[in-house]
């Protein structure tokens, strides 16, 4: 097919064109030009007086004109007579040479007004361009999204037809876009071409070395409309949105529990199949996410990375931190529907909302006696067991209950408890 293509491309050149020898002697009648081939004449009064647009032979995709269609023609010869002596790379126009050029030279002519922004190619300005306007000019038919750039669009079509002509080798799977492949395809490879400058860091797309430039300078780019927090990333910014309009598009299909992250959709799901792929290093315990060990491991680590600002007391985990300011702002959040009453913790709230609904779901096993909640059970459970884990620095005496030793340490000091030490060598949580 090649060898076709090139011998039509020759004589569509010999219709183009005279040898110095030949005598011009066919005239057009509209615009008095000569031709030495009637061949010649006719190709003219197609392409330039009748409005019939040139039409390559091999795949009949008709031109505006004479150039543009010995540029296709290139792509069926397979011919790229231009060569780059960086990096021997070829191309097939002489235009997209001087392009590519500016990859090594680090050139950029095109600049935005808007912004500042530098540009190698003209058509990369005016893609960036329309991030300023706001314009997307290109409409999909199906669904009638719109898109700043052609490529978009033709990627979004996919989307509908369920096209997926790319597979990997490796792995089988396929993908809509070549480009995703080549994205894929690094995942099997540990390929990282892109590298940060500030930290040598280094990652397998462009894009996330954009959004990590931004932790280095601090851009923010997206804000939020209702509370003026700004985000890195776009993504962050719809999650965060959530919050506001309270919106739980994740569901559990056992349960039709909603979330609204698919990550925290992910964790959840694992309560139902009781997969626990995390483990303790340190005590063997398994978690069900890698965020929850993490938070475990402070547990081992005495690390508590929270700190008031009022009291400079520590926490380990950062709802404990809000929960522990709520008792210097004097802040309730969390009110009963019942009789008013308002708490500044929700597990507060649910335990008292039991005295209301008398629920007692709580059973001791040696005397049957049933609790509201979990902590007045274990309590309980100590009447039982004799265990007196609390005990006084001054007098040794020990106690069930840490506030029975609270209450007692005032009969030494009257002052309230400085002193709590377990007779267990409890360590804190």
Excluded: W
Excluded at 64 to 86: D, V
Excluded at 292 to 318: D, N, V
Aim: hydrophobic share 20%.
């Amino acid at each position: 097919m090649a060898t076709t293509a090139v011998s039509r491309l020759k004589e569509q050149e010999d219709r183009e064109g005279c040898g110095e020898d030949l005598p011009r002697t066919y005239k057009c009648s509209k615009c008095d030009k000569e031709f030495c081939k009637p061949s010649q004449l006719k190709y003219h009064m197609r392409t330039r007086h009748t409005g019939e647009k040139p039409r390559c032979e091999v795949c009949s995709k008709h031109f505006s004109g004479p150039g543009p269609l010995k540029i296709h023609m290139l792509t069926h010869t397979g011919e790229k007579p231009h060569r780059c002596e960086e990096c021997n790379r070829q191309f097939s126009l002489l235009s997209i040479l001087k392009t590519h050029m500016r990859t090594h030279t680090g050139e950029k002519p095109y600049k935005c007004e808007e912004c500042s922004k530098r540009f190698t190619q003209s058509c990369a300005l005016k893609r960036h361009m329309r991030t300023h306007t706001g314009e997307k000019p290109y409409r999909c038919e199906e669904c009638s999204r719109q898109f700043r750039d052609l490529g978009d669009l033709k990627k979004h079509m996919l989307t509908h037809t369920g096209e997926k002509p790319y597979k990997c080798e490796t792995c089988s799977r396929q993908f809509a876009h070549p480009t995703s492949l080549k994205m894929h395809l690094r995942t099997h490879t540990g390929e990282k071409p892109y590298k940060c400058e500030k930290c040598s860091r280094q990652f397998s797309q462009p894009g996330a070395l954009k959004m990590h430039m931004r932790t280095h300078t601090g851009e923010k780019p997206y804000r939020c409309d209702e509370c003026s927090k700004q985000f890195i990333r776009l993504e962050r910014l719809k999650n965060h949105m959530r919050a506001h309009t309270g919106e739980k598009p994740y569901r559990c299909q056992e349960c039709s529990r909603q979330f609204s992250f698919s990550t925290n959709l992910k964790s959840h799901m694992k309560t139902h199949t009781g997969e626990k792929p995390y483990r303790c290093e340190e005590c063997s315990q398994h978690f069900s996410d890698k965020g929850t060990l993490k938070i475990h491991m402070r547990t081992h680590t005495g690390e508590k990375p929270y700190r008031c600002e009022e009291c400079s007391r520590q926490f380990s985990r950062l709802f404990r931190l809000k929960q522990h300011i709520r008792t210097h702002t004097g802040e309730k959040p969390y009110g009963c529907e019942e009789c008013n009453k308002r708490f500044s913790r929700l597990d507060h709230l649910k335990t008292h909302m039991k005295t209301h609904t008398g629920e007692k779901r709580y059973v001791c096993e040696e005397c049957s006696k049933q609790f509201s909640d979990l902590y007045s059970l274990k309590s309980h459970i100590k009447t039982h067991t004799g265990e007196k884990p609390y005990r006084c620095d001054e007098c040794s005496k020990q106690f069930s209950h840490q506030g029975n030793l609270k209450s007692h340490m005032r009969s030494h000091t009257g002052e309230n408890l400085t002193h709590v030490r377990s007779a267990a060598n409890s360590s804190v949580i």
